[in-house]
Nanobody
């Protein structure tokens, strides 16, 4: 599976962005997917994950209630709707494919990564 993230940009605090991840390959619908982010000088951290069917999701505490992850298996796409953005959400956002069907929060449980898309939130 190859992954292509898009949708990043510059937005003011309180604004919204919608990230998308397009996947190639026929196995997209068999695996959980996730979003991670990495700010300058920091480790890559978990943001959100969704299981193979879209019926189960999990979020980092820092984004819970503001971000929504979704997927469309018919289109091989995954999205991250980000609302009420804060300056601390500024980072490069990466989409990733898990080794498993169930939603996963650990980086080591992912085996394919997109190239990342920059999100910058100004105060």
């Amino acid at each position: 599976v190859q992954l292509q993230a898009s949708g990043g940009g510059l937005v003011q605090a309180g604004g919204s962005l919608r990230l998308s991840c397009a996947a190639s390959g026929r196995t997209f619908s068999s695996y959980a997917m996730g979003w991670f982010r990495q700010a300058p000088g920091k480790e890559r951290e978990f943001v959100a994950t969704i299981n193979w069917s879209g019926g189960s999701t999990s979020y980092a505490d820092s984004v819970k209630g503001r971000f929504t992850i979704s997927r469309d298996n018919a289109k091989n796409t995954m999205n991250l709707q980000m609302d009420s953005l804060k300056p601390e959400d500024t980072a490069i956002y990466y989409c990733a494919k898990s080794r498993f069907m169930s939603a996963q929060i650990m980086r080591v449980q992912y085996d394919a990564w997109g190239q990342g898309t920059q999100v910058t939130v100004s105060s």
